[in-house]
């Protein structure tokens, strides 16, 4: 197994002098700590999260990170554990969402659309019926046209 090495300072600006130009909102400081953390808040939240999700939380850390800059404090600590935590509670609260949204099991859903009725050939046939019989609607007036692309009402006596 191949692992990556850590960001260096040697690529480009610290990260604490990148914190101190996003806690002044400089255009582009968030630019190259995305380039340098993305990849492993995505590696982290993939372990937990589908894709699509992972990338959602990628998007809200650095995000979080935009806001509060200025609330980093380089004598507290590194910038790689203070943005990793703020991961990590992003992901426990997605989790914590779907846990409170109902989930669906697929096989009870197939279950539940394999019994109901087909309804979609019928109406129609019978309707036709109904015509070439000469009936007329009930009380000899017709219906308003139907919204519905596909939709035709039918109502004989």
Known sequence: ?????????????????????LARKTPGALQPLFARYA????????QSLDPGSAE???QDVFLAVWRKADTFDPGRGALRPWLLQIAHYRILNE??????????????AADVV???PDTTAEPRGSCLAGVQAGSRPRGGRTAA?????GFEPCVFR
């Open 1 to 21: 197994m191949k692992t990556q090495p850590l960001p260096s300072a040697e690529a480009g600006p610290s990260d604490e002098e990148l914190m101190q130009e």
């Open 39 to 46: 990849p492993l808040v995505f590696h982290i939240a993939s």
């Open 56 to 58: 959602d939380i990628v």
């Open 95 to 108: 989790l914590r969402a779907r846990s409170r949204r109902p989930q669906l099991d697929p096989d009870v």
């Open 114 to 116: 394999d019994g109901l």
């Open 145 to 149: 046209a139907p919204t519905t692309p």
